[in-house]
């Protein structure tokens, strides 16, 4: 399967600090994309990069794509205690999409 | 504004029975799907629907059934023929037609069955 697997599987920052997150995933992909979620609420989806890029900017959100290592990374910059959540990377077509099983990120204030 | 509701937030049923959980969207969005999530774990799809009046099978489909007569809604039916059925349920949306179009969510069910 195309599963992609984020590392570490928790994170505690200070705020102010930066957040990186791993992905890394098996098979060739379409494009990557990181999701973020709240406890008990549904996910929100925070960036797409296609398989052609490298690195792609929203926001304090950085992320990079390294199809030949399979692997993929979320930057968050200068964190902020409502950045905690889990982070989801997915991996695949909309209708094969796979999900690993996510980093869980604590910023304290 | 647009978005995906689910309903209820939480679900309680007995062992045999069956439930619907509810998902409607406004986005005008072709596709919709159902995944299962349970704790500390990823997302594992149920079902999808790329069409109204059609669906088809994801991962886990075993002990769930679903429908789609109408564009905005997909609920999604636990039967009793499944094992371990308590979970937190995600329905999504998207775009049709595309390989990079993201997903939308709603909120959530999760679903105790005891």
């Known amino acids: 399967s195309q599963q992609g697997e984020e590392d570490p599987q928790a994170l505690s920052i200070q705020e102010g600090e930066n957040a990186t997150m791993n992905c890394s995933y098996k098979t060739s992909i379409n494009n990557l994309q990181w999701y973020r979620q709240n406890s008990g609420r549904g996910l929100v989806h925070l960036i797409l990069?296609?398989?052609?890029?490298r690195e792609k900017h929203s926001g304090r959100l950085r992320v990079t794509l390294d199809t030949s290592k399979k692997s993929s990374s979320l930057l968050i910059t200068a964190s902020r205690a409502a950045d905690t959540a889990s982070y989801f990377c997915?991996?695949?077509?909309?209708?094969?999409?796979?999900f690993g099983a996510g980093t869980r990120l604590t910023v304290k204030p | 504004d647009g978005g995906i509701t689910q309903s209820p937030k939480y679900l309680f049923r007995k062992e045999g029975q069956n439930v619907t959980l509810s998902c409607e969207q406004n986005?005008?969005?072709?596709?919709m799907y159902w995944y299962r999530q349970d704790p500390g774990q990823g997302l594992r799809l149920i079902y999808y629907?790329?069409?109204?009046?059609?669906?088809q099978k994801g991962d886990i489909a075993e002990g769930y059934s679903v429908s789609r007569e109408k564009k905005e809604s997909f609920p999604l039916t636990v039967t009793s023929a499944q094992k371990n059925p308590t979970a937190f349920y995600l329905c999504?949306?998207?775009?049709?037609?595309?390989?990079?179009?993201?997903?939308?969510f709603g909120n959530g069910t999760r679903l105790t069955v005891t």
């Open positions: 990069i296609r398989s052609n890029e």
């Open positions: 986005l005008n969005h072709d596709a």
């Open positions: 997915a991996t695949g077509n909309n209708n094969d999409m796979r």
């Open positions: 999504a949306s998207s775009q049709q037609g595309s390989y990079n179009s993201p997903l939308h």
């Open positions: 629907s790329q069409i109204v009046n059609d669906f």
